[in-house]
């Protein structure tokens, strides 16, 4: 775990109870790992703008878990009477799986912490501004 349940609680919030803490917060180690793998191991070395990033998307997972584990908490977005037909108003886009919806969520929640460090970087071999640079974050 690259966050602990302390830091969690001193420095961000209180909203994932402790004992739902590690499976969440795993979770958003494995999204962060996937939005900034090509920029190399953004967990190699400690910094306290990738345990809010982390912290930030563990919230969002565990909102994701509490809202789909909830029956009922879905509006309706059309129904139909004739053949009684009921379509839920949900997060994600027509067509979008739940997991995609769930990554795009983490990456909004993410960005605010991440995108001045360089790890959201899509370009290989970056540029000249950032030539040499250190991904890792000393």
């Avoid at 990738?50 to 930030?56: E, H, T």
């Avoid at 565990?62 to 009477?81: H, I, P, W």
């Avoid at 995108?115 to 370009?123: D, E, H, M, Q, V």
């Amino acid at each position: 775990m690259y966050v602990s349940y302390e830091f969690y609680t001193e420095t961000f919030g209180t909203l994932i109870p402790e004992k739902d803490f590690p499976r969440v917060e795993a979770e958003a180690e494995a999204v962060i790992s996937y939005l900034t793998y090509v920029n190399g191991d953004i967990f190699a070395k400690e910094d306290s703008r990738v345990k809010l990033a982390v912290c930030a998307a563990a919230e969002v997972v565990y909102n994701s878990k509490q809202s789909n584990g909830a029956s009922g908490s879905a509006g309706v977005k059309s129904e139909s009477n004739d053949g009684y037909s009921v379509t839920y108003v949900t997060e994600a886009q027509d067509g979008q799986t739940a997991e995609a919806a769930l990554r795009k969520k983490i990456a909004e929640a993410v960005r605010l912490y991440l995108l001045p460090t360089g790890w959201l970087s899509r370009k290989v071999g970056c540029c000249h501004v950032c030539a040499g640079y250190d991904h890792s974050l000393q």
